[in-house]
């Protein structure tokens, strides 16, 4: 039943937690376009609402054996690493709508690498799943989780790949964003203006860095153990607590009258 809440209803607690997260930005969205730029606001909202969908999805992937487990996985992480983080980063990088950002081809590129480490991700997946297992019967019904690198056959260049794919995308790009925001939060015209915009910018390399740091743990603990399924609490978990994060940062107020919430 332990893991059933940590593989069922976890997941649907993170997912609820960034719905309700882009919801809290479209209520600002008026005010928040005028600073932050039309296409920054619409890149990151429709980004939390696909973390949303992602993290929704976690238990289909639980519902039938091999190889539904290893095909469900493969989409949700494609989307991650193909279309989530990208969409974070190239919103970021348009995050100040007048200052001159980075380059279109860097929005392409973005996206570009972002497909290349997915596909890597899948076809590295596909030989590292090689069965399902049942992790909890609830009466008449299974609950089920890939098997990777079943004993005898953890071949050490496929974990490497595995790791490394998820590694440029969505971890390397998660910190390439966070350090975009810190570069902003100290080198804007606007913290004159709108005191409390760096601040409202630390909330978000903040949460941006959790998820890094939970990835890569859950990444390190996979790879000197084994990929238990329990290990991905910790990438939930850090999500919610981010989640949290962000949507405290939205919601400071960018300067210090009442007349500039955000």
């Known amino acids: 039943m332990f893991e059933a809440i940590l593989n069922m209803v976890l997941p649907i607690i993170t997912a609820c937690v960034y719905f309700f997260m882009a919801f809290q930005i479209y209520q600002y969205s008026k005010v928040r376009m005028l600073i932050v730029g039309e296409m920054a606001y619409k890149k990151v909202f429709l980004a939390f609402i696909m973390f949303g969908i992602y993290f929704l999805s976690r238990p289909f992937q639980m519902l039938w054996p091999h190889p539904w487990p290893m095909i469900i996985n493969s989409v949700r992480q494609s989307f991650l690493m193909a279309i989530i983080a990208p969409s974070i980063l190239v919103g970021i990088f348009h995050w100040v709508p007048d200052e001159k950002g980075p380059p279109a081809s860097a929005d392409f590129a973005s996206y570009g690498t972002g497909l290349c480490a997915a596909i890597i991700f899948v076809l590295a997946n596909k030989l590292a799943i090689t069965d399902s297992k ?8 299974h609950i089920y989780d890939a098997v990777w690198f079943p004993e005898g ?39 004159e203006v709108y005191v409390n915009l760096p601040l409202k910018w630390k909330y978000l390399e903040v949460g941006l860095l ?46 210090r009258t009442s007349t500039d919430l955000l």
């Open 134 to 141: 049942i992790i909890v019967t609830l009466g008449n019904y």
């Open 210 to 255: 959790i998820f890094v740091v939970s990835l890569c743990f859950s990444g390190l603990a996979a790879f000197f153990g084994k990929y238990y399924t329990y290990l991905w609490v910790i990438y939930f978990t850090a999500a919610i607590v981010a989640g949290i994060i962000e949507v405290k940062g939205v919601k400071i107020p960018p300067g």
């Open 153 to 191: 056959h953890k071949y050490i260049e496929i974990v490497l790949i595995h790791l490394i794919s998820q590694l440029i995308s969505p971890v390397g790009f998660f910190m390439l964003a966070a350090a975009y925001v810190r570069h902003r939060r100290y080198n804007s015209k606007y913290s």
